[in-house]
């Protein structure tokens, strides 16, 4: 049967809005040059260079520089201005710049579109609050030369920029600052066989929570540390005293692992049950995305607004398919309940820890969780002790075991 006669009969059977349909997607999918395709976020160049079956031998030798300062190769996809992964690792090379290195951030990409550039990421940084300021240089990475200057070491800070830091020459030490168990992020296909690949390739692993660096000890051989979850006790502030009855979700329905279609199930069933509590949904614009129930859409917010939303809300649904999220400990120090999806990932990145609702991921029992959250008697007691659990926290004590991790696999003598 023809092309046309297939088009004919479908419009016959299904109707025209079903018709229209598929024939939109047989077009996108034959001429669509901006369609997802495989291994689309590395380059070619970089997974061919790296042949894991064969071992490199990654040493600390000595300082390339008469400074005295450790000279530090980051490679990194382009940050964006809410992206928390990013804002996190440019907190720690905060972290290391204090500490006596120096960071060259080598700038990857390997789409075409968007077009990347020093000066408009560097802009964003400037005038942006998640971002601390930093002494690096900054360029873009280029796949036909790989990383290029005298380093010390060189890190890796998602599965394609892994390959990137391996084909670099000189045999110094390899670090993989690893947020997330990356291969999750793919049905089984291409991007998931390389993403799985970069735990064999030799580097040292970081890994936010234990949960992932026992991940990649127990199933990949991989050498790895790890610092804990905190929060910025300076930013994250409980400011509000009353009783709560909002509550607050984290949508990103861009990103599967953050179980944003189920989390809206909860908040569908939430509203049929208990229309007297205010929804609020932030991370994402929603505003176009059909919702049946009533919502403040809040979108993407900045570091600086998210304060005074948390202390808004009784408590925040959290859903992490993967990695545990940076944001439970926010809460905390906001005086907000962090309800989160129970399971092996979570419990064990966020240790366990009793201010933390862990709900199997059910409709009914996260509604449950949350209409508690609002109507426990102490709320008001339970908030200011949560709080009060958060004074004085901040990313510090992590950032001293990054460094201290950086030290000993440079062979860097300890400070006085």
Same mark, same amino acid.
């Given at each position: 049967?023809?092309?046309?006669? +297939?088009?004919?009969?479908?419009? !016959?059977? #299904? &109707? ?33 260079? =790296?042949?894991?079956? +064969? ?63 020093? *000066? ?15 002494? %690096?240089?900054?360029?873009?990475? /280029? ?14 800070? /998602? ?47 970081? @890994? ?19 610092? #804990? ?9 409980? @400011? ?33 049950? +208990?229309?007297?509590? @205010? ?12 919702? @049946? ?8 917010? &900045?570091? *600086?607004?998210?304060? $005074? ?14 990695? =545990? ?7 905390? %120090? ?22 933390? $609702? ?56 300890? !400070?006085?």
């Amino acid at each position: 049967m023809s092309v046309f006669s +297939r088009a004919l009969s479908t419009l !016959r059977h #299904e &109707g025209v809005a079903s018709t229209a349909w598929r024939v939109g997607k047989w077009m996108s999918s034959r001429g669509n040059p901006f369609a997802e395709k495989p291994l689309q976020s590395v380059f070619r160049q970089d997974v061919i260079a =790296a042949d894991w079956t +064969r071992p490199r031998k990654f040493v600390a030798g000595p300082l390339v520089s008469s400074s005295g300062r450790p000279q530090i190769a980051w490679v990194i996809s382009p940050p964006s201005r809410s992206s928390g992964g990013h804002q996190n690792a440019f907190r720690f090379m905060r972290y290391l710049e204090e500490a006596g290195y120096d960071l060259t951030v080598f700038l990857y990409s390997a789409t075409k579109y968007p077009k990347v550039s020093v *000066a408009g990421v560097t802009h964003m940084l400037a005038g942006n609050t998640g971002y601390p300021p930093l002494d %690096a240089s900054f360029r873009v990475y /280029d796949p036909a030369t790989g990383v290029v200057g005298d380093f010390d070491a060189v890190v890796a800070s /998602d599965w394609a920029t892994a390959y990137a830091a391996w084909r670099y020459e000189p045999n110094v030490p390899r670090i993989y600052w690893v947020q997330d168990f990356e291969p999750y992020f793919f049905p089984q296909s291409p991007d998931y066989v390389v993403a799985e690949n970069s735990y064999r390739l030799g580097l040292h692993g970081i @890994t936010v929570g234990p949960w992932l660096a026992n991940k990649l000890r127990r199933d990949y051989g991989m050498a790895c540390d790890s610092y #804990e979850y905190a929060a910025d006790a300076s930013v994250y502030q409980r @400011t509000n005293d009353e009783k709560r009855s909002e509550i607050m979700f984290y949508a990103r329905p861009s990103t599967g692992r953050r179980g944003t279609e189920f989390g809206l199930l909860v908040l569908e069933e939430l509203h049929r049950r +208990r229309p007297d509590i @205010t929804i609020n949904i932030a991370g994402w614009d929603m505003s176009k995305a059909g919702l @049946t129930f009533p919502f403040v859409n809040h979108g993407a917010l &900045g570091v *600086a607004e998210l304060p $005074a939303l948390y202390n808004r809300c009784a408590a925040m649904l959290t859903i992490s398919l993967t990695c =545990a999220s940076l944001v439970p400990f926010e809460n905390i %120090a906001c005086g907000t309940i962090p309800v989160v999806n129970d399971g092996e990932n979570t419990r064990e990145s966020l240790r366990d820890d009793s201010r933390i $609702a862990f709900v199997p991921l059910s409709v009914g029992a996260m509604v449950d969780a949350l209409i508690e959250a609002v109507d426990r008697p102490d709320q008001v007691k339970n908030s200011r002790a949560l709080a009060q659990s958060m004074v004085g926290s901040s990313w510090s004590e992590a950032g001293e075991v990054v460094v201290d991790v950086f030290r000993a696999q440079l062979k860097l003598k300890k !400070r006085r």
